[in-house]
């Protein structure tokens, strides 16, 4: 009898699909998935309707990208992060962020290699890692502050480690490293010969006065570090599925060996508009983090209005917020328990966390703000059932 492989045995239907179902099925107000409610800015969408309509980009792409990209890609870490990429050979173009993180798990560590996660995680890593053979090694952030203990970090290092993921601005806490945090890792990370699988998409998304530094630019770092980004993040272009990986020549071509039999080349007119738009003026940057500023502010006191226990995120577009005033329940039951009561879908992060390490999870769920402003107040509105 024909069966489906072993291998994804674990990894069943992911709980994105499972409560954006539930939210189509009732109507709810879904501030689960982390997907823009509006379209991307009409200069990028023109460059996307010209390449398609002019010719020349109708067909396959280069496999590592094209050549304006990459080069764009380059010079957008240099003029934010002073990072000398070659554009060449130091820069592959994939389809999201999520294939340029497979990419690099399956092109950075042989079978049978331990790779460092940190908990909570994005749900890719780890059936990334398991599919290249290697072995998912957890190491918890600590609530309330979603602090990373250095002592239990360095204890998870073993001869078997190849590599760690490390994630800031981070989801979906919406913590952001600071300097000596970094410092600290990069020490360890150079100590024991790791790799860096840096996913740093949401490093434009900073509130207040948090400071995103890439593990790239950390001295003795940019040799060991390949740094993942994301075009749907920042220009609201989700769909598009383009993003990058840069670093090292050495560590680029491991990716792009990889990524040549994942998905070979990326959608070519969207390439065309992503280089464009990595162009754009400070000012673009700049708006970007002023309207998720207002918007995290919106769903923050509309969180706090209806009982919930919760912090400012320093990054990304996440609210990680406590139930337990309402709910003793785990974060699955308190999820559709959540859409029944207030018809707003939201995401329970024990799909974050190791089934061993679940219960760290608490009694929170995640918010995404990456919605229009009233659609934040209509759903901060319905939350307060939960007070009443």
């Not at 990209?69 to 999520?98: C, K, M, N, Q, S």
């Not at 890593?125 to 609530?143: C, D, E, Q, S, T």
């Amino acid at each position: 009898m024909a069966v489906a492989a072993r291998r994804v045995d674990p990894f069943g239907t992911t709980i994105f699909t499972e409560i954006n179902q539930l939210a189509l099925e009732t109507g709810a107000i879904n501030l689960g998935q982390g997907k823009p409610d509006w379209e991307p800015p009409a200069e990028i969408v023109e460059a996307l309707t010209r390449a398609a309509r002019d010719g020349g980009h109708n067909q396959y792409a280069p496999g590592p990208g094209t050549v304006a990209l990459r080069r764009a890609v380059a010079d957008h870490a240099r003029r934010f992060y002073d990072l000398a990429i070659e554009p060449t050979a130091g820069v592959v173009i994939t389809a999201g962020a999520t294939e340029g993180i497979f990419a690099a798990v399956l092109g950075l560590t042989d079978p049978g290699d331990e790779v460092i996660v940190i908990e909570p995680f994005y749900d890719s890593y780890v059936p990334n890692i398991l599919m290249a053979g290697g072995m998912p090694v957890y190491v918890p952030l600590h609530g309330p502050d979603w602090t990373l203990d250095m002592d239990e970090l360095r204890a998870a290092v073993t001869p078997r480690t190849r590599a760690i993921i490390l994630n800031t601005p981070h989801n979906p806490t919406g913590r952001v490293f600071t300097r000596a945090e970094m410092e600290e890792i990069a020490v360890i990370c150079q100590e024991f010969d790791l790799t860096v699988i840096a996913d740093e998409v949401y490093d434009h998304l900073l509130y207040d006065d948090a400071r995103h530094i890439p593990m790239a630019s950390l001295p003795g770092m940019f040799a060991r570090t390949v740094t993942v980004g994301s075009a749907g993040k920042l220009f609201s272009a989700t769909g598009w599925k383009v993003g990058w990986v840069h670093g090292p020549e050495e560590l680029i071509a491991g990716v792009g060996r990889a990524h040549q039999f994942i998905t070979f080349a990326v959608h070519h007119p969207s390439q065309v508009a992503i280089a464009a738009a990595l162009e754009l003026p400070d000012s673009y940057f700049i708006g970007y983090q002023t309207m998720y500023a207002a918007k995290r502010q919106i769903l923050l006191d509309g969180l706090l209005a209806a009982g919930f226990t919760c912090q400012a995120p320093q990054g990304a577009y996440y609210i990680l917020a406590d139930y337990g005033q309402h709910f003793s329940g785990p974060p699955n039951t308190f999820a559709r328990e959540l859409i029944a009561r207030t018809g707003v879908a939201a995401i329970p992060p024990t799909a974050f966390y190791s089934a061993e390490h679940a219960a760290l999870a608490g009694t929170t769920i995640r918010f995404a703000f990456c919605k229009g402003d009233d659609l934040l107040r209509q759903a901060s509105a319905q939350l307060r059932r939960m007070a009443e």
